[in-house]
């Protein structure tokens, strides 16, 4: 879903309806979404999709994934938008983040699932607890962490090392983001979860990235998905060493204003040239 607050700010209301929890005891649920799309500020031009790099073909390049980027450098953002988004709707927030940090590249891919309308998914929830819909929709999220580690390679490739790269998302995309740290061995300078919550196959995987620096955020009356499992997420980080930034509010499923100048703080710090 997506909306415009009070402040015009637009966020993703609908970007993670999902509530998830680890395979011991818990199992993924799919809290039903209709994607809305009320009038707000004009948004940017409808972006196109960053051509295959040199030396690679369309299907190898950013994982098989349609990217857009905005900014310039050899520090890279990549910034992913969450369930039922459309794709493009982070794009205002990864320019405004280039804008203000010269040297800043913000590559953002968009989910290979279709959702109902114009949205887009990582991978589809399942409605029920358990069955053929929760192995496919682990299936797809395995799969979906494959093309995103497909988008590394191809900075890789072109000479941006996964030290000068962070990950991060909103919703379903900070749930992908997460994933990717903990279930691959790709360098990274850092990860951004903004309003997210685990994935089963996390567990015995908290202290892989010890000493990484991460960044949690989430709101104290988020009715998506829970503040207490992101709570536990950040005690299980530190747990394992991690380098945990931790920053609650009083809203929602969104993303603030507070935590968009937290976010570029971090960015500044964990990219620093």
């Given at each position: 879903m997506?909306?415009?607050n009070a402040h015009g700010e637009r966020s993703s209301r609908g970007g993670g309806a999902l509530v998830i929890a680890a395979l011991v005891g818990s199992v993924l649920v799919l809290a039903a979404c209709e994607e809305e799309r009320p009038a707000g500020p004009a948004r940017e031009?409808?972006?196109t999709a960053t051509p295959a790099p040199a030396g690679h073909s369309p299907g190898e390049a950013w994982g098989g994934l349609e990217v857009v980027e905005r900014g310039e450098g050899d520090r890279v953002f990549v910034?992913?938008?969450?369930?039922g988004a459309p794709g493009d709707d982070l794009v205002p927030l990864g320019s405004e983040l280039a804008r203000a940090m010269p040297g800043l590249r913000v590559v953002l891919p968009a989910a290979p699932h279709r959702t109902r309308g114009r949205g887009r998914a990582w991978f589809d929830p399942p409605i029920s607890r358990a069955g053929d819909e929760a192995a496919q929709a682990m299936a797809q999220a395995d799969a979906a962490r494959e093309q995103l580690v497909g988008v590394l390679r191809?900075?890789?490739a072109q000479g941006?090392?996964?030290?000068?790269?962070?990950?991060?998302?909103?919703?379903?995309?900070?749930?992908?983001?997460?994933?990717v740290a903990l279930r691959s061995e790709r360098p990274l300078a850092g990860v951004i979860a903004l309003s997210g919550g685990p994935l089963p196959g996390w567990e015995?995987?908290?202290?892989?990235?010890?000493?990484?620096?991460?960044?949690?955020?989430?709101?104290?009356?988020?009715?998506?998905?829970?503040?207490?499992?992101?709570?536990?997420?950040?005690?299980?980080?530190?747990?394992?060493?991690?380098?945990?930034?931790?920053?609650?509010?009083?809203?929602?499923?969104?993303i603030p204003r507070t935590v968009r100048a937290r976010l570029a703080r971090f960015l500044a710090r964990v990219l620093a040239p």
């Open positions: 997506q909306s415009v031009q409808a972006p910034l992913l938008h969450g369930y191809t900075l890789e941006v090392p996964g030290e000068r790269v962070v990950v991060g998302g909103f919703s379903q995309g900070a749930m992908m983001s997460l994933d015995g995987r908290w202290a892989s990235r010890a000493g990484m620096p991460v960044l949690l955020s989430h709101g104290r009356a988020d009715r998506i998905l829970p503040f207490a499992d992101a709570e536990d997420m950040r005690r299980r980080l530190e747990a394992g060493g991690a380098e945990v930034t931790w920053v609650p509010f009083e809203g929602g499923h969104g």
